[in-house]
Nanobody
Framework: QVQLLESGGGLVQAGGSLRLSCAASGRAFSSSYMAWFRQAPGKEREFVARISWGGGTTAYADSVKGRFTISRDNAKSTVYLQMNSLKLEDTAVYYC???????????????????WGQGTQVTVSS
């Protein structure tokens, strides 16, 4: 069983930055693809970014490419999402997700991700 705990959300002005963290429990972290998703009010959950086991492969939604960076520290069992140049439309609850260990993820859907955190609110104001 993997437990995920997000932190780092908050209120920020447009153009500002935030760094989200997701701390994972369990020994399988270093062999799990990790991802961030988000859900805005009245909208479906959407893919933001994912990262491979060792961090060598990443993927981003077009809407955040060039502004957000996903990274991981396997020694700390933590995945990060650095968010720069935040826009009003980035306002959402951000969720950390983990795929089953040793499962390679090549899609941007939520299906491969079995473990989810409770989410952290990010609000961007004008």
């Amino acid at each position: 069983q993997v437990q995920l705990l997000e932190s780092g959300g908050g209120l920020v002005q447009a153009g500002g930055s935030l760094r989200l963290s997701c701390a994972a429990s369990g020994r399988a972290f270093s062999s799990s693809y990790m991802a961030w998703f988000r859900q805005a009010p009245g909208k479906e959950r959407e893919f933001v970014a994912r990262i491979s086991w060792g961090g060598g492969t990443t993927a981003y939604a077009d809407s955040v490419k060039g502004r957000f960076t996903i990274s991981r520290d396997n020694a700390k069992s933590t995945v990060y999402l650095q968010m720069n140049s935040l826009k009003l439309e980035d306002t959402a609850v951000y969720y950390c997700a983990a795929a089953r260990p040793l499962t390679m993820v090549v899609v941007t859907t939520s299906r491969p991700f079995e473990y989810w955190g409770q989410g952290t609110q990010v609000t961007v104001s004008s």
